[in-house]
């Protein structure tokens, strides 16, 4: 019988991108994210999960508990695309509050926050993302920068969410519009540097941390995240 990746210690890696949104008709994160599934050649033994989400509040609050449940991920990587930006930035912070920009359905969260109750109005990556950022930089033409605005909007919504499930194993990573210089190729292969460099400082998952009982000891996440509920972790 074949095991799985959890059983095998093999890292799991999911990668989200967005679909279209606004004047932004073919997503380059969702690109990306594709291009590092299909793409990219790793040297070490990964398996790569990648999602596409809807430019909505309802389909990043909807999904993304359910993918840190079913996935069990070693590390999350959202990815999302900054229009105008000249730089890859790998963001520090993300807010809770504020959300009042409309989503494809021109919609905006419940009292405009990621998530309701006691959270914290900030969280911040655990990982060192300076550390990770040098490292990636000698590794790579292209410029790239730790960022503290995530923009406020979707990006900053998934990553809010991720960080409040684990802020030790999750990074966004804003990728600017595609040119000449930052094409497909050569952003996934600096993600994919990333993302190695970022494995170095992810801390072992706890045994707890069974496919399908994400978390569980934590009581704050399943009292204020919905979508963590008692009923459905099993």
């Not at 802020?167 to 600096?190: M, W």
Request: proline share 6%.
């Amino acid at each position: 019988m074949n095991s799985s990746p959890q059983q095998s210690g093999i890292p799991i890696i999911l990668i989200t991108g967005f679909g279209s949104f606004r004047s932004v008709l073919k997503n380059p994160s969702w690109e990306v994210a594709q291009a590092l599934k299909t793409y990219a050649e790793w040297t070490r033994p990964l398996h790569i999960i990648t999602h596409q989400l809807q430019v909505t509040y309802d389909d990043v609050s909807k999904k993304i508990p359910d993918y840190w449940i079913d996935y069990n991920p070693t590390l999350v990587v959202h990815i999302g695309v900054a229009k105008g930006s000249k730089e890859i930035r790998m963001e520090k912070y993300a807010c809770n509050t504020n959300y009042c920009h409309t989503d494809n359905n021109g919609s905006v969260p419940e009292t405009e926050q990621c998530v309701k109750n006691d959270a914290p109005k900030v969280l911040m990556a655990q990982l060192p993302l300076s550390d990770i950022c040098s490292r990636t930089r000698r590794r790579t033409h292209l410029t790239i920068v730790v960022s503290d605005n995530a923009g406020r909007y979707l990006c900053e919504y998934i990553y809010y969410q991720s960080l409040f499930i684990d802020s030790k194993r999750t990074i966004l990573i804003h990728i600017p519009d595609l040119d000449k210089k930052f094409t497909v190729e050569n952003l996934a292969d600096t993600i994919q540097i990333i993302i190695y460099e970022a494995l170095r400082y992810v801390p072992p998952l706890p045994v707890v941390n069974q496919p399908r009982n994400y978390l569980i000891q934590t009581n704050m996440i399943v009292n204020n995240f919905e979508k963590l509920n008692l009923n459905r972790l099993s």
